[in-house]
């Protein structure tokens, strides 16, 4: 698993389409600070889950996404794609401080737990930057986990 913190999450199974009972659930987690873990069928359903919920509750400001896959919704915050292109993670592992210390001022953070984000070798010293600025106890981080991936 990515973080080590969602080992003690209970991971809770969403099926599409959403049920009054997982709605609910889903608006309480996206408004509680901590991790949770959703296991959905694929990264489109997660999506779609992610941006229904988040649209309804109009409460986020700046939403960042931890993914290594082709970002469909723009309105969010690309964090591969900005360690890519200005932090240069594969040369200095203090880029990725510097990462957290320029621009992790998000109020709401995804994480897309695909088999290729867990095999990178940076995503370990993320979790730990997570762990270690105590992010996850101001903010919901929604990990995403698949049944077809």
């Given at each position: 698993m990515i973080l080590s913190a969602v080992d003690q999450v209970n991971t809770k199974n969403i099926q599409?389409?959403?049920?009054?009972?997982?709605i609910l659930f889903l608006q309480n987690k996206f408004l509680e600070t901590g991790?949770?873990?959703l296991k959905v069928?694929?990264?489109?359903?997660?999506?779609?889950?992610?941006?229904?919920v988040i649209n309804s509750l109009n409460y986020f400001n700046d939403i960042a996404i931890?993914?290594?896959?082709?970002?469909?919704n723009q309105n969010y915050f690309n964090i591969k794609k900005a360690l890519t292109n200005n932090y240069d993670i594969s040369k200095n592992q203090f880029n990725l401080i510097n990462f957290f210390l320029d621009q992790f001022y998000?109020?709401?953070?995804?994480?897309?737990?695909t088999k290729e984000l867990m095999s990178n070798n940076w995503a370990q010293n993320f979790e730990q930057h997570i762990l270690d600025f105590n992010f996850h106890k101001t903010m919901p981080i929604i990990i995403l986990t698949y049944e077809n991936i």
């Open positions: 599409t389409p959403l049920i009054e009972n997982d991790f949770c873990n069928k694929d990264i489109e359903t997660g999506r779609l889950i992610i941006s229904k931890l993914t290594v896959c082709e970002n469909s998000f109020d709401f953070l995804i994480i897309e737990a």
